[in-house]
């Protein structure tokens, strides 16, 4: 049993594994960059529904997340215990994702505020069960740290494609200051969006393959051995923390770009996402040279430094600078969007080796629990500030975009883009200071599941040959 390798898979498949990250980005990248402007500054929305809106989010992510997590592990079909939840919930991303944007205009805040918040909750179901799937499947498909590394830098290339689409697309299609005031054209662009990034999601699913030996061999265990196993663990805990964080970081970055493009800066938006996204994607397979030197978790750590240096100059430097701030963010911002999985199969390894089972969904959906909050309070946050700072919104303006916002709103924008996220980068890197798998005690876990792994394939053989 201890000559069992890791499993090792193609370029193809590395490719198409890839592929699902790009049609879940490019849905989630559109939904962050244009919901709060849209609601806010087009619709006229107050900040405090927004914020309201945001509390009810929270609390049903806090719910569904984990109940997601815990029925994916437990679940046993001929397809699988992830691939069908992730084939058949994509149309309904698709559709729910596509209900966002066709708010009543002219109903009032009541009924704005009730369609936010009722088309969120849909939309975010379906995004969570397909985002737990494909986050659960990567830990099991492998078991080196390297080829999940390269799953990973697939994924997040995929992914920048999608999120820039997603910044693109809409700022295309939005109402600008001069401009075609109707939304049809953004309404259509969103249909488009969330079709084709449901085709790109079950693409994948007709590819990857699920390990039998996880569904037919693996026992699944109570909810309450499966809470105890999950909270128990030190290095989920600490790695939940330095996630909350980094979540916190680009949900406010991303929100705030055109806010910068249109307000501070006063360029092109595409100008700021290049400065981005170039970067960053530069940054993804640069992970693989910081981890082979300092291992995962130093890389990470190293990138989350670099991200908030980059972010916290925004506050002291020039207008000018902002561009170049973040080409900084952007480029340790692929710590997070490349390294958090593949901390987290570790952590999912380390757990194997105490409960004797793969539990990837309950540790994504309890990360997820404490996690996804910070979406919400990005959501929440900047409008409080806006409103607090004086931003002058479209609505107030007569419809018209106000390009000319004061001093406290400018003041406010670069808050919430640079000195917030920014301080949320250092404590992400400080926390992960205490993160225990490392060296020789992570070889030592990765050894031992190699030969569970063994162990596990040959009794899944001696089960088929008894049928």
């Known amino acids: 049993m201890s000559t069992f390798q890791p499993i090792r898979h193609g370029r193809s ?35 405090r529904w927004i914020g309201v809106a945001s509390l009810v989010y929270a609390i049903w992510n806090a719910i569904n997340d984990p109940l997601f997590g815990y029925i994916t592990d437990n679940t046993r079909s001929k397809l699988g215990r992830r691939i069908p939840y992730m084939r058949f919930t994509a149309p309904f991303l698709a559709l729910t994702f596509i209900l966002v944007w066709f708010a009543p205009e002219q109903a009032g805040q009541q009924a704005i505020f ?19 799937v494909y986050s659960s499947l990567l830990p099991e498909i492998t078991e080196s740290d390297s080829e999940r590394n390269d799953l990973q830098i697939s994924s997040a290339l995929f992914g920048l494609l999608g999120m820039l689409l997603g910044f693109i697309i809409p700022d295309l299609f939005r109402p600008k200051a001069g401009g075609d005031p109707s939304f049809l054209p953004l309404q259509t662009a969103m249909i488009v969006v969330g079709i084709v990034g449901a085709l790109l999601i079950i693409a994948t699913t007709l590819k990857v393959k699920e390990r039998r030996e996880f569904t037919q061999v ?21 790695l939940v923390g330095a996630n ?19 307000y501070v800066v006063k360029i092109n938006t595409m100008i700021l996402l290049a400065c981005i996204f170039i970067p960053l994607i530069i940054g993804v ?4 040279i910081f981890t082979k030197r300092f291992g995962v ?31 900084f963010a952007g480029f340790g911002l692929a710590g997070p969007q490349t390294l958090t999985n593949v901390l987290f199969a ?71 883009a640079g000195l ?19 060296g020789e005690t992570l070889r030592n876990i990765q050894t031992k599941v190699l030969e569970m792994h063994a162990s596990k394939h040959n009794k899944l053989l001696e089960q088929e040959a008894k049928l």
């Not at 265990?221 to 290095?235: C, D, E, V, W």
């Not at 397979?285 to 693989?288: E, N, S, V």
Request: net charge neutral; proline share 5%.
């Open 346 to 416: 570790q952590v999912a390894d380390e757990d194997e080796t105490r409960s004797g089972v793969r539990r990837e969904g309950s540790f994504f959906g309890i990360n997820a629990l404490f996690t996804k909050p910070a979406q919400s309070l990005a959501i929440a946050l900047s409008p409080f500030i806006l409103e607090a700072t004086n931003f002058v919104t479209r609505e107030q303006n007569k419809g018209q975009i106000y390009l000319n916002q004061p001093e406290s709103a400018i003041l406010g924008i670069k808050v919430i």
């Open 13 to 47: 498949y590395k490719l198409v594994w890839g592929i699902a990250a790009l049609g879940t980005s490019v849905i989630s990248g559109v939904f962050g960059a244009l919901l709060p402007i849209f609601y806010q500054d087009y619709l006229g929305l107050t900040a």
């Open 244 to 262: 909350f964080m980094s979540i916190l970081m680009s949900s406010l970055i991303m929100g705030a770009v055109f806010y910068l493009a249109d």
């Open 420 to 438: 917030i996220p920014g301080v949320a980068m250092l404590l992400g890197a400080i926390i992960l200071i205490w993160y225990p798998l490392r």
């Open 218 to 238: 693996d026992k699944p265990i109570g909810l309450r051995a499966s809470l105890r196993f999950t909270l128990s663990s030190k290095s989920f805990l600490i």
């Open 297 to 327: 978790v130093g890389g990470h750590q190293i990138m989350l430094l670099i991200a908030s240096i980059g972010l916290l100059a925004i506050m002291i430097l020039p207008n000018a600078f902002i561009p170049v701030c973040l080409a």
């Open 285 to 288: 397979p640069c992970t693989k």
């Open 114 to 132: 009730w369609w936010m918040l009722v088309s969120m909750l849909l939309y975010d179901t379906c995004y969570t069960i397909i985002g737990l």
